[in-house]
Structures are given as C-alpha cells and as structure tokens.
C-alpha cells in the first residue's frame, strides 16, 4: 500500500498514517482510482486495531463502507483509523482520509471480527 507509519495514540485508539498513491492508480481525472482509496482506509482501520491490541490480534473485515466526499490527489495524504468499540465477538472501526491541508477527502467505516494476527506481519 505504501503506507508510512507516522504515530499511534493509545489513548484515543487511533493510527496515523501517510500514503502516496502510485502513478498506475491515478486516473485521466488526475484523482486516485476509488479501489485504492478503500484500500487505504482499509489500512489505517485494521492497523488502528492490530496496536490498540497490542499486535495481538487483526480485524477480519464483514463490512465496508466507504464515502468519496472530493476528488482525491495522489498525494501526499494523511490517514487515520480508529477504534469505535471493541467487543469479544465484533469490532467497529472508522477511518478519514485527508490531504495535508487537512481537507476531508474520503470516509470509511467498518465492521470487523477479531482474530489472532497471522504471523509474518510487520
């Protein structure tokens, strides 16, 4: 994904992180390709989870929904996920998608199982 950690808020229960889209998913519009822009929130989603449990365990995602509010640039662009509710069978995850002027560019939220988190991942 090209995801760039950029910090962790325990507290809040929400990720940071930074894309840049690559040059192949931008389209004739000059915006990113929607699929990559759901691939994005995915991201900052699940990893909001995998450390507010302390990489212990990863969403496995039921449902996503997504909301395009502009036309998003390649980059560079500011994520952030985070933990609605955490429940022993079912997790409620959000996630924003910014440019870094700080202009809301795409919303997402999710419903999620938690599972143990495969090994291998970083």
């Known amino acids: 994904m090209g995801a760039r950690f950029d910090h962790f808020d325990k ?3 929400e990720l940071t992180l ?3 889209a690559p040059e192949s998913f931008v389209t004739p519009r000059g915006s990113v390709q929607g699929g990559l ?16 449990t302390d990489h212990v365990e990863a969403p496995l995602n039921l449902e996503i929904s997504m909301s395009l509010l502009k036309p998003v640039p390649a980059g560079p662009l500011v994520g952030k996920g985070r933990v609605v509710r955490r429940g ?8 924003e998608l910014r440019d870094e002027a700080g202009t809301l560019l795409a ?16």
């Open 37 to 52: 822009v759901a691939g994005f929130l995915d991201e900052v989603m699940g990893w909001a989870h995998v450390w507010a």
């Open 11 to 13: 507290e809040r229960e």
């Open 107 to 122: 919303r997402a939220t999710s419903t999620a199982i938690p599972t143990p988190r495969p090994t291998g991942e970083t």
């Open 18 to 20: 930074r894309f840049v």
């Open 88 to 95: 022993r069978k079912v997790i409620f995850l959000e996630g």
